[in-house]
């Protein structure tokens, strides 16, 4: 078969269902339906195969943070594939992009996180990170400090390992996993969960699980603490002010290592380089990928405190993937990160565009359907519910008035995820006002279309 752009869209689907296995995707959805081709980007706009021009308020995956189409990008690429495509990073070798990548991060990542292990993806890393924090406790003398704390509902990642750190309970149960010695507490989802409680004291109850999970684990049993700053794919939950001062404390005074999965939370999304800045938080392993390379090229890392970094140099971590700090990956990801800093895109998302699109989210919120708007910086959601004094949810399934605002979004040109009753904004840090406003546009439509 030739397969090309000019495919008529139906036979590119048919052949998509017969051979292409989609992550997260059912079968029977294709089957009704095929997917929608997309065939170009610029800037925050997709093109599919009929032509259509969509806004993508999801910046893809929660990545493509500086936009679609950089030629500066793929110059940087097509450069480094001739110089050099491939060299691995294993047993005493290394190249010119990744030194140059690691010391950019180094600078760049907050506090004394200095070190940093490369991997493809943002699962890989947090599996990185599992085997990193026990590797740590051992070459401690404390082999059996090895239980990982996460939250339910929390994402991180596909792997085996990064599945079970994940707490989205149909999703991560699937395949065999958790794998042992991983335990999960509530998550500080206010909305949904607080009840009678103010978001501040529910805060500070849900911080508390973590000192009460490692008293009863016993606190010579708990290696690390694993969190994103705020809550991406779980529905963009921002955690009342409380919480992150008391899992800080906690997690010093039992001395348990703290893991900010900053996947989505990095790179600017929430108006500082990292979210950890935003939220007050001193990790001491930061997990990257996503906006790293604005989702270029496949890359994502650990980032350890000098601390860590000294403790794991004691011993040989067996540990790496092949295309470890793959050099075409460096290369795109320093330029990415050289745009981010000459643009000064993230002081526009912190002090202008993140701001306005602030303002014109929270306006929904007089939308019949909308009972809260949450957003920092260019991550952001609505809480969908029938009653928004009681902030009840919908007697349908989980999910299903969601799913139909999606499908409306679809029908509309707009791209935005919907994660049950919560209706996901994850934009191009470079979205403009204009694009903003059509943004909000599209949005009320499409609520209006399931009211
Ligand atoms: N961690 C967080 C917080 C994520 O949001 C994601 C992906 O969405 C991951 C880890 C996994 O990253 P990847 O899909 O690159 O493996």
């Avoid at 021009?53 to 030629?71: F, P, S, T």
């Avoid at 599209?442 to 279309?449: G, H, I, Q, V």
Wanted: hydrophobic share 40%; with cysteine; glycine share 10%.
């Amino acid at each position: 078969v030739s397969i090309s752009t000019n495919t008529p869209t139906s036979e590119l689907q048919a052949i998509d269902a017969a051979h292409h296995m989609h992550p997260f995707t059912t079968a029977q959805d294709l089957a009704v339906k095929g997917a929608r081709v997309i065939t170009r980007a610029e800037g925050c706009w997709l093109t599919d195969s009929d032509g259509n021009r969509i806004l993508d308020a999801m910046a893809g995956l929660w990545c493509v943070n500086i936009g679609y189409g950089r030629r500066e990008l793929a110059e940087v690429a097509a450069r480094q594939i001739q110089d050099l495509p491939f060299y691995n990073t294993f047993f005493q070798t290394t190249h010119v992009p990744v030194i140059a990548l690691a010391a950019k991060l180094a600078e760049l990542a907050p506090g004394d996180l200095n070190t940093v292990f490369f991997a493809n993806s943002g699962s890989e890393a947090n599996d990185t990170n599992i085997r990193a924090v026990r590797t740590y406790w051992a070459a401690k003398g404390q082999p059996d400090r090895n239980v990982i704390i996460s939250r339910w509902n929390a994402y991180h990642g596909s792997c085996v390992g990064s599945g079970s750190l994940g707490g989205m309970t149909g999703m991560h149960a699937q395949g065999g996993m958790p794998i042992p010695d991983i335990h999960h507490i509530g998550q500080p989802h206010w909305y949904n969960e607080g009840g009678d409680l103010s978001p501040e004291d529910f805060g500070l109850a849900r911080a508390r699980e973590l000192e009460t999970a490692i008293l009863e684990i016993g606190p010579d049993r708990v290696a690390a603490f694993i969190a994103e700053p705020i809550q991406g794919a779980g529905g963009v939950i921002v955690p009342p002010a409380s919480y992150w001062p008391e899992i800080q404390r906690i997690t010093k005074q039992y001395g348990i290592l703290l893991i900010a999965d900053e996947v989505i939370t990095g790179f600017g999304r929430t108006g500082n380089w990292f979210g950890s800045e935003t939220l007050g938080i001193t990790p001491d392993i930061m997990t990257i990928a996503k906006g790293l390379s604005s989702g270029y090229q496949p890359i994502g890392a650990s980032i350890l405190s000098d601390e860590v970094a000294a403790t794991l140099a004691q011993v040989e971590f067996n540990h790496g993937y092949t295309y470890s700090g793959h050099p075409v990956a460096c290369a795109v990801a320093l330029e990415n990160i050289r745009i981010l800093e000459e643009e000064d895109i993230i002081t526009r998302v912190r002090e202008d565009t993140g701001p306005y699109l602030k303002k014109r989210f929270e306006s929904l919120t007089d939308h019949p359907l909308v009972g809260e708007a949450s957003i920092v910086g260019m991550m952001g959601s609505l809480a969908l519910t029938p009653d928004k004094a009681t902030r009840a949810p919908f007697e349908a399934e989980a999910g299903t008035v969601g799913y139909i605002c999606r499908e409306r979004c679809f029908a509309n040109n707009l791209i935005m995820r919907h994660v049950y009753d919560r209706m996901i904004i994850s934009p191009p840090l470079t979205i403009s006002k204009k694009e903003i406003d059509i943004l909000i546009e599209r949005a009320r439509k499409s609520l209006d279309e399931c009211y």
